[in-house]
T-cell receptor, first 112, second 112 residues
């Protein structure tokens, strides 16, 4: 059965800390892995990863994929209170169009 | 530009009633998806449209759920004989074929 597991389930840090969020997946015919940030409503896109070992970076956020060990990490450096959100990871199998399997998310709270 | 929009933003109904949830995708996006998200969970795939046709409806939980996209743009998710377990946030998303997926703000459905 295809599945995506995220850890930790929740995390509380202080502003300025660095956090690492984990996502492991078991997906048949894996094609890509995506990270989303979800605050109150719509998940907003962060990264799409298809190749192992290539870091994607956007400001204080970065992510990398390991297709051999079947996991990805999302790093946030110098965290700010605005980073507080649920971070969702989703894996896309190539044989089912664009169905994505989502993890349950990691709830990040950044305290001032 | 305009993102994915969904109406209504909130819907409260009674058990046994019929509801329709509407999704307006981003203009030009041929792919459209419906997901359902329960509290504390990641989005769960329901159905995927490519153009007017449902390319993958394997996520629809039972025959009370049905979705249409008659002109390849707006989509309606229809739920018959609603049950309390149908209460969730229903998310719509769209993309250009296999590109980045953009989510709408969701419709929060509450079945009393």
């Amino acid at each position: 059965e295809d599945k995506v597991v995220q850890s930790p389930l929740s995390l509380v840090v202080h502003e300025g800390d660095t956090v690492t969020l984990n996502c492991s997946y078991e997906v048949t015919n894996f094609r890509s892995l995506l990270w989303y940030k979800q605050e109150k409503k719509a998940p907003t896109f962060l990264f799409m990863l298809t190749s192992s070992g290539i870091e994607k970076k956007s400001g204080r956020l970065s992510s990398i994929l390991d297709k051999k060990e079947l996991f990805s990490i999302l790093n946030i450096t110098a965290t700010q209170t605005g980073d507080s959100a649920v971070y969702l990871c989703a894996a896309n199998p190539s044989n089912t169009g664009n169905q994505f399997y989502f993890g349950t998310g990691t709830s990040l709270t950044v305290i001032p | 530009g305009a993102g994915v929009s969904q109406t209504p933003s909130n819907k409260v109904t009674e058990k046994g009633k019929y509801v329709e949830l509407r999704c307006d995708p981003i203009s030009g996006h041929t792919a459209l998806y419906w997901y359902r998200q329960s509290l504390g969970q990641g989005p769960e795939f329901l159905i995927y449209f490519q153009g007017t046709g449902a390319a993958d409806d394997s996520g629809l939980p039972n025959d009370r759920f049905f979705a249409v996209r008659p002109e390849g743009s707006v989509s309606t998710l229809k739920i018959q004989r609603t049950e309390r377990g149908d209460s969730a946030v229903y998310l719509c998303a769209s993309s250009r074929d296999r590109g980045r997926v953009h989510f709408g703000p969701g419709t929060r459905l509450t079945v009393l």
